[in-house]
Nanobody, 124 residues
Framework: QVHLVESGGGLVQAGDSLRLSCAAS????????MGWFRQATGKDREFVAT????????YYAESVEGRFTISRDNAKNTMFLQMDSLKSEDTAVYYC?????????????????WGQGTQVTVFS
């Protein structure tokens, strides 16, 4: 049973930084691509960033490119999302997700396992 647990969310001021973590268990973490998605109140879930199995390939949503950095530590079964220069429009519940293969996916349809989410609120 794959289990994903996000942490690191919180209430911050615009311009501040946060680092989200996603701890994975239940299978060999390093074999699979991972991603971050977010959902703001009243909106659909949207893609944020994805990383392939090795960490060598990453993709970002245009809205976060240059401000967010996705990374992973396969030895610690953990994925990260470093969020800098936060804006009020980044306010959302952030979810980590895992695929069943090595390749990074932008579409949520490519992911088979999801965490419960962590709230990020940015006030200006």
């Amino acid at each position: 049973q794959v289990h994903l647990v996000e942490s690191g969310g919180g209430l911050v001021q615009a311009g501040d930084s946060l680092r989200l973590s996603c701890a994975a268990s239940g299978r060999t973490f390093g074999n699979y691509a991972m991603g971050w998605f977010r959902q703001a109140t009243g909106k659909d879930r949207e893609f944020v960033a994805t990383i392939n199995w090795s960490g060598g390939i990453t993709y970002y949503a245009e809205s976060v490119e240059g401000r967010f950095t996705i990374s992973r530590d396969n030895a610690k079964n953990t994925m990260f999302l470093q969020m800098d220069s936060l804006k009020s429009e980044d306010t959302a519940v952030y979810y980590c997700a895992s695929t069943n293969d090595q390749y990074a996916y932008i579409s949520a349809n490519g992911y088979d396992y999801w965490g419960q989410g962590t709230q990020v609120t940015v006030f200006s």
